[in-house]
């Protein structure tokens, strides 16, 4: 089995960064993909961006000049660094993995979710 759990988060001001962590605890090595979505309040859970065991990545398009994920592979670890950050940022962010090389367009074939955390930027 695969758990996952996320620290990070909080509130900043506009134009602050945040970085969002996610540790993969259990069958680490089965995990081939693993991936950032967000959910701000009223709206519909979006993809933000994923990262494969490969090292290849792939982020929501409007999202790539300010965030970057990475991962830690000695420590199991998935990072979002968010810069820049706005109010329209706001949201839940919940890491995932997957078994398989998913990507974006593909949640449900991420097995595997986080807790959740709370990113807010206030104007």
């Known amino acids: 089995q695969v758990q996952l759990v996320q620290t990070g988060g909080g509130s900043v001001e506009t134009g602050g960064s945040l970085r969002l962590s996610c540790a993969i605890n259990g069958d680490h090595d089965s995990v081939k993909s693993m991936g950032w979505w967000r959910q701000a309040p009223g709206k519909k859970r979006e993809p933000v961006a994923r990262i494969w065991d490969d090292d290849d990545k792939h982020y929501a398009s409007h999202l790539r000049d300010r965030f970057t994920i990475s991962r830690d592979i000695a420590m199991h670890t998935v990072y979002l660094q968010m810069s820049t950050l706005q109010p329209g940022d706001t949201g839940m962010y919940y890491c995932?993995?997957?078994?398989?090389?998913?990507?974006?367009?593909?949640?449900?074939?991420?097995?595997?979710w986080g807790q959740g955390t709370q990113v807010t930027v206030s104007s």
């Open positions: 995932a993995a997957g078994r398989t090389y998913a990507g974006l367009a593909s949640p449900e074939a991420f097995q595997f």
